[in-house]
């Protein structure tokens, strides 16, 4: 069964540093996203993704997140320059290519810590 | 805006126990409800679904009823096993809502079954 992947499962960085968070969507999908959990609390959106651009953003998807879609088979999301509060599992989400049908399906999570 | 409110865990049953785990929900449009599940070391899975007021979702022996007059998707199971310990979330999508297709999630339910 096709499932939604993500690499690396856990990312440990200093503060200011540069992180990529990669995903690779189920290949007939075209909506994208990103969630993070920080320890203990909802998990929240962070950005959806379509026909190659940004659908939707939250409020916590400031100047310091940006996605891409680097090529047809992987979806990205880099953070510039990390904070301690970005320390969260963050979560990619893919959608079949129906608007009607909103299921979502998620990968495992990667586990993001900034010291 | 749209929100989901779940009850607080840890909820803690015996095996075969009867689980309910409540929530309710707040929302402009006309959402679709999501009961997803997070087993130890995993990413969310969607466990059931409804689109519409009335309709049940069910899925193993899982099942909620989509209530807009009491705005409420409340996940049952008549009889828990051990491996149905994971973390509950409800969710909702309003596809009709300009923000529409991000999933709101409630905190999360923590279910510990034990034999």
């Known amino acids: 069964e096709p499932e939604v992947t993500q690499t690396p499962s856990h990312q440990v960085t200093q503060m200011g540093q540069e992180v990529i968070l990669r995903c690779v969507p189920i290949?007939?999908?075209?909506?994208f996203y990103w969630y993070r959990q920080i320890l203990g609390q909802k998990v929240e959106f962070l950005v959806s993704?379509?026909?190659?651009?940004?659908?939707?953003k939250s409020e916590i998807f400031d100047d310091q997140f940006s996605v891409e879609r680097p090529d047809g088979s992987n979806f990205t999301l880099k953070i510039r320059s990390t904070k301690l509060e970005d320390s969260a599992m963050y979560f990619c989400a893919s959608r079949p290519p129906d608007p009607l049908y909103n299921e979502q399906f998620f990968g495992p999570g990667t586990r993001l810590t900034v010291l | 805006g749209d929100s989901v409110t779940q009850m607080e865990g840890p909820v803690t049953l015996s095996e075969e126990a009867f689980l309910t785990i409540n929530c309710t929900y707040t929302a402009t449009g006309y959402p679709s409800l999501f009961w997803y599940v997070q087993y130890p070391g995993e990413g969310l899975q969607l466990l059931l679904k409804?689109?519409?007021?009335?309709d049940k979702g069910s899925n193993k022996g899982f099942e909620a009823t989509y209530r807009k007059e009491t705005t409420s998707f409340h996940l049952e199971k008549g009889s828990v096993q051990v491996s149905d310990s994971a973390v509950y979330f409800c969710?909702?999508?309003?596809?009709?809502?300009?923000?529409?297709?991000?999933?709101?999630f409630g905190k999360g339910t923590t279910l510990s079954v034990s034999s």
């Open positions: 969710a909702l999508s309003d596809l009709y809502n300009q923000a529409g297709t991000a999933l709101i």
């Open positions: 993704f379509y026909n190659n651009e940004i659908s939707e």
């Open positions: 290949s007939n999908h075209l909506y």
């Open positions: 409804a689109t519409k007021a009335d």
